[in-house]
């Protein structure tokens, strides 16, 4: 009995000193807001939805992972994050996946936390989860996210740390489709020659209608989405309806996880509770502007160095970069190693070895000055590919490290059914480095970049 007194004693005191400071996090954060607004509960759902599609992808990932570490693909501004992984995915160790499970069991508190109406702890633990896959988009991988993560990312940040949450999500809503039209204002868009190179064009609808379509989009994206927080109810509707249906209708090249964040988050702030919400003007809001700040910011990244982004690929996958030209490659990598062989082969690999959307096509092995010489030739199999020469030198870096005394690499490229022009001829891509945020003169375009063939009709693959 003594000992229950005890207990009773130090629990009491336990939450006597946590209570100052989860009042402190509750006003800092203005969980209230939260608390008091259904339509805030109904997007904090959504957000924890799409956490739960991402991680399902990423259980099965090894992008990631200590084993594909010797392959892995950095951001540019951090070229070094391997460093950083711990994980290890099936069938090299267990790690990868009782961590994600253990996130599993996170969203499971989430949402008991929902249920029980207890938001500070909600807010807390998906603040955690945001946490986790900002650290792996932004420090771990480069090629592991797409647009629709940053829409994630950026949404929820808005609805865990800022006051006037509705409004600045609903601010930074169509604030992202204005800055995402800023990639589609050329040929790819305005002509739609990204789908008229396609074998199978613009889904559903004929060739003839490609072109206003597409200019209907960029049209929308700049000026329609706007009435989406419109007084008027008639046309905010009319642009709800709109913007419903091109994410339902994109579906069918993006597939599910680009209209999980968009749609739910779509209808939930602009449909049936939908609200015309005034701007805040005080201190307070300062924060929202500031992270609106930040997502043109990530935007005007992308257009920082001087050159066609769509052909050398630099600053590419900063802001809003989903479809910005239809791409077609070739890349081939030659390396020189000490030896010799018997016999000079030289084969097409049969049905080609597509790795993601690269395929070895043909591989040839000869003995020049004491060398072994092997090129390998690879060939594009999606317009969704981008050809990122970054990439190509990121993974052949760790081939550089491993006996290769020089790694030829040459890439021809094609957007949007024009010309292969050779942006890449470089004797060995061992020697040279890549700066993040200007030219990098080992890269060309036209006209500097040669002109050395046609493309055939592209095909899309996600």
């Known amino acids: 009995m003594l000992a229950c007194t005890y207990m009773q004693r130090a629990l009491d005191a336990c939450s006597a000193a946590i209570r100052p400071l989860s009042e402190r996090y509750y006003r800092f954060f203005s969980v209230g807001e939260i608390e008091s607004e259904p339509i805030l509960q109904w997007f904090f759902g959504a957000m924890l939805f799409f956490f739960f599609v991402t991680f399902n992808v990423w259980i099965g990932s090894s992008y990631a992972t200590v084993e594909a570490a010797s392959n892995a693909v950095c951001w540019p501004y951090f070229q070094n994050c391997t460093g950083l992984y711990f994980l290890h995915a099936l069938p090299y160790g267990y790690s990868q996946a009782t961590f994600y499970m253990a996130l599993y069991a996170v969203m499971m508190l989430i949402v008991w936390c929902m249920w029980k109406k207890y938001w500070s702890g909600a807010h807390a633990l998906l603040a955690l989860l945001l946490l986790w896959k900002t650290f792996v988009v932004f420090l771990l991988s480069y090629t592991i996210s797409g647009p629709y993560d940053y829409y994630h990312i950026f949404l929820t940040a808005i609805l865990l740390f800022v006051p006037f949450k509705e409004f600045f999500l609903k601010l930074s809503f169509v604030f992202m489709y204005f800055m995402s039209a800023t990639t589609k204002l050329d040929s790819t868009w305005t002509l739609g020659t990204y789908f008229t190179a396609l074998k ?83 201190r307070k809001a300062i924060a929202g502007w500031t992270i609106i700040g930040l997502i043109g910011l990530f935007q005007v990244l992308g257009f ?18 989903m479809f910005e030209a239809n791409h077609q490659c070739v890349m081939t990598v030659t390396s020189y190693t000490p030896g010799s062989v018997k016999t000079t082969s030289r084969h097409a690999v049969p049905g080609a070895s597509c790795n993601g959307f690269d395929c070895l096509v043909e591989t040839n092995t000869s003995t020049v000055d004491g060398m072994i010489v092997q090129e390998q030739r690879y060939e594009s199999a999606s317009a969704w590919n981008r050809c990122d020469p970054y ?6 870096q760790s081939r550089c490290a491993s006996g290769a005394s020089r790694i030829a690499l040459r890439e021809d490229h094609s957007i949007n059914g024009g010309p292969f022009y050779r942006i890449v001829d470089v004797p060995d891509i061992c020697s040279v480095a890549y700066a993040p945020f200007k030219r990098n003169d080992w890269i060309k375009e036209p006209p500097e970049a040669q002109l050395v063939g046609y493309p055939v009709e592209n095909v899309y693959r996600y």
């Open 200 to 282: 199978t064009g613009l889904p559903i609808f004929p060739d003839a209608l490609t072109l206003p379509i597409t200019n209907l989009v960029i049209g929308m994206q700049i000026i329609g989405a706007w009435f989406l927080i419109s007084r008027k109810m008639i046309v905010q509707r009319l642009a709800l309806i709109f913007f419903t249906a091109f994410h339902v209708y994109s579906g069918i090249l993006v597939y599910y996880r680009y209209p999980s964040v968009s749609v739910l988050g779509l209808i939930i702030l602009f449909g049936p509770l939908y609200r015309y919400t005034k701007i805040p003007f005080s």
């Open 391 to 396: 990439v190509w030198f990121s993974q052949l």
């Open 304 to 321: 920082v160095i001087p050159t066609d982004r769509r052909m050398t690929l630099e600053g590419n996958r900063f802001g809003m970069f």
